[in-house]
């Protein structure tokens, strides 16, 4: 039937230990990546799945059009050009001669990605673009993952929330564990050009969560363009308009956008174990003091 996946192994491909969908994206495609050529005014969006990437993104796409006045000509070139490439931009997505394409993408390009550092090209950290990690509270961003598998044809489907569960936390999922993630960003956060910022306090005050962002990419925008903003990126609003943004997608995309919703399936126990593993993988660093929940 229409409903029927592919078997997992079908679904999934490993590449250095971390598996990815094999519908999006393949080993071809993470080994040219190394070779991808970063530029100085690069906006780099760093994030596991599930952490709000697809809201960040926006945000920033909102901030950054306006600080740089394209006019509308302008504009539908842009978005033409990169429509052109994909539907979900991520740097770790298409067939390895993506990056040959991404060359002719204006500049500022606004790129996003859900790897770890060491599978990232290394002239991103040498070079001068700036990055903006995305952190989200493990929790929450478990729930939010555990839906999309079990919603996105993409992805293999869980029989049950436990299963889930363990391979959340044994990272046999896509993209890794999350924990690992957030591990090896936390090396990179003293880097000059490099910022975090959180779902939850994007979530609390999503002007003063845009201020931040503007700041340390150098854009500057009145008050009330801010505010328009946010307006406009607002889960209400980004959901009804999500049919035509996302197609069939959007649904799935954007589900609940609150925080706290783990509450719904963590038994005590699950919640315990969680706890213990943040605390042993990033408990103490600066990081981890960001991942309020
Ligand atoms: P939930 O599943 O908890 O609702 P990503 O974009 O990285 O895939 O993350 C998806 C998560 O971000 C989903 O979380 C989704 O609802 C939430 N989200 C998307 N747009 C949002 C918005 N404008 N405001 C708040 N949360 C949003």
């Known amino acids: ?22 519908a999006l994206s393949s080993p071809e495609t993470l080994e040219a990546l190394k070779s991808f050529e970063t530029r100085s005014n690069d ?3 760093a994030g596991y799945p599930k952490t709000g990437t697809n809201w960040l993104e926006e945000m920033v796409r909102e901030i950054e059009s306006t600080d740089a006045k394209y006019t509308e000509e302008e504009m539908k070139e842009r978005i033409n050009a990169e429509k052109e490439l994909q539907m979900f931009p991520r740097l770790e997505f298409g067939d390895p001669g993506v990056f040959e394409r991404m060359k002719k993408l204006p500049s500022r390009r ?11 090209p290394p002239s991103l950290f040498q070079g001068k673009a700036k990055i903006l990690l995305l952190l989200r509270n493990p929790k929450d961003t478990a729930v939010s993952y555990y839906h999309f598998y079990n919603n996105m044809p993409v992805l293999p489907s869980f029989a ?15 993209w890794g564990s999350y924990f690992d993630h957030l591990m090896e960003w936390n090396r990179y956060i003293d880097h000059e050009r490099m910022m975090m910022i959180s779902y939850e306090e994007l979530k609390e005050n999503p002007v003063l969560g845009m201020k931040k962002i503007a700041a340390f990419f150098g854009f500057s925008l009145s008050e009330e363009e801010f505010s328009r903003i946010a307006k406009k990126t607002s889960f209400q609003a980004m959901k009804e308009k999500s049919k035509e943004t996302h197609g069939k997608f959007g649904d799935i995309l954007f589900r609940k956008g609150v925080v706290g919703s783990w509450r719904d399936l963590f038994s005590e126990a699950q919640n315990e174990e969680m706890d213990q593993k943040f605390e042993e993988c990033i408990g103490g660093t600066i990081l981890a003091m960001k991942i309020k929940y």
Do not use: Q
Request: glycine share 4%; charged share 20%.
């Open 160 to 174: 049950t929330w436990d299963e889930y569960f363990a391979a959340f936390m044994s990272g046999k999922l896509a």
């Open 1 to 22: 039937s229409e409903n029927e996946k592919t078997s997992p192994e079908d679904l999934l491909f490993s590449y250095d230990g971390i598996l990815y969908p094999a």
């Open 43 to 45: 906006v780099i969006l």
């Open 110 to 120: 606004i790129i996003l990605t859900h790897l770890s550092p060491h599978l990232l």
